[in-house]
């Protein structure tokens, strides 16, 4: 089994920045990929950001420019840096990782963006 932690979520102003981290640990073997998804209520899961383990990236159009994932192969860890967050950005952000193609997920941190 694997086991994600995330960590560094709250509440900021609008045009603040947060940075979230994501520690996974258990059975690790061959990480695919690690990532960010968020959900806001009423609304779909979404990737937020993705990168891979040879270290391609991918980002929501909705993010790019603002945040930057990164992923320490040998910590098992990922982190998310959010920079110039809007009101839109409010959801719950969820860590995930894929791993022999089974996704798992943490349990989701709240980040609140006031106007």
């Known amino acids: 089994q694997v086991q994600l932690v995330e960590s560094g979520g709250g509440l900021v102003q609008a045009g603040g920045s947060l940075r979230l981290s994501c520690a996974a640990s258990?059975?690790?073997?061959?990480?695919?990929?690690m990532g960010w998804y968020r959900q806001a209520p009423g609304k779909q899961r979404d990737l937020v950001a993705s990168i891979t383990s040879g270290g391609g990236t991918n980002y929501a159009d909705s993010v790019k420019g603002r945040f930057t994932i990164a992923r320490d192969n040998a910590k098992n860890t990922v982190s998310l840096q959010m920079n110039s967050l809007k009101p839109e950005d409010t959801a719950v952000y969820y860590c995930h990782l894929l791993q022999w193609g089974l996704n798992y997920w943490g349990q989701g941190t709240q980040v609140t963006v006031s106007s």
């Open positions: 258990g059975s690790i073997f061959s990480i695919r990929a």
